[in-house]
């Protein structure tokens, strides 16, 4: 396993499995002129949105955007839980 | 002028995806379907379509040549030897892009318009001073795309930029297409390069052997009866003339295909 490990540290995860789900986030960067930062920033002011409307953030924030049809679609996956709930 | 005359730039933004290609087949197409049709090379300094239909011998005078004043329009057309209807305007090969404006462009094509149907204008490769001469005068665009995903985002940014040089009317050709590699995952399917780029498509084309040869031949593979991408693009020549053709089937596998094929009625 350490040997198995030691060949495959250096690589990367794909950014997206499959072909069409790779073409998908290429052009929606390219349509929208996303930088990383900007995205970066609306993750960090989503997350500032969940504490304002009572609830925690309990898990990874990911911002995907998505393209359809020459329209970009930002999907946000934001787990939460509403202020006070009992842990699970 | 003519009353039909349409300018159709194709273009594709990624070099090597079969913009010439097209260019030579479906002219040579609509020639074969009676229309009169004008090539015309705006890739100056690296021409290709004088190749693609065996007239390079025959070129005197090209595009420079008719905006700088040296020759008339007229002489500098080359004519098919088999297809009367069908002539080139070539691009110059020892002069560069940036010598002629979209505009000396324009005023070229409104000329030819009052002699030709259809003006197909072959773009060169990139988005730059080349591509926005192809534009300048065309009433619509054909986007020539790959099946893979850099030539997919080429298009669509030339998309955009063809929008915002209101050219509206965008068809898409999906070229080289390879149904076992789709079949097996390993190649985008048409549907979705068509799909991602939202844009009515008008042809499509397989991946075919032949191209090669009839590139060094001199004979667009419309002229080859055995070439299925000769079908191919003859079937677009017939859709741009207003026929309802329908797509081929790729199905490369299936023995019905295989027996259409046989007699040339897929």
Redesign the interface.
Known sequence: MTLFNMFNKEREEPTAV???D???L??SY??SDIDEKKLKLFQSRLIELCDDFGYDVVGQVTVVPQ????TTIINASIPVRPKGAPKE | MSQRSVAITITSGKGGVGKSTTVASVGLGLAQLGHRVCLVDTDIGLRKLDLMLGLENRIVYDIVDVIEGVSKLRQSLVRHKEYPDLALLPAAQTRYKEEVSPVQVKQVVNELRKEFDFILIDSPAGIEGGFRNAIAAADRAILVVNPE?PS??DS??V??LLESANLDHIDLVVNRVQPEMVKD?D??SVD?VK????INLLGIVPEDRRIIRSSNTGEPVILDGKSYAGKAFSNIARRLSGEDVPFLELEEGTLISRIKRLFHIA
């Open positions: 499959t072909a069409d790779r073409l998908s290429v052009l390219q349509r393209s359809k049809e020459r | 995903i997919v985002r669509d940014r998309i955009g995952g190649m985008l979705r799909n991602h780029l939202a």
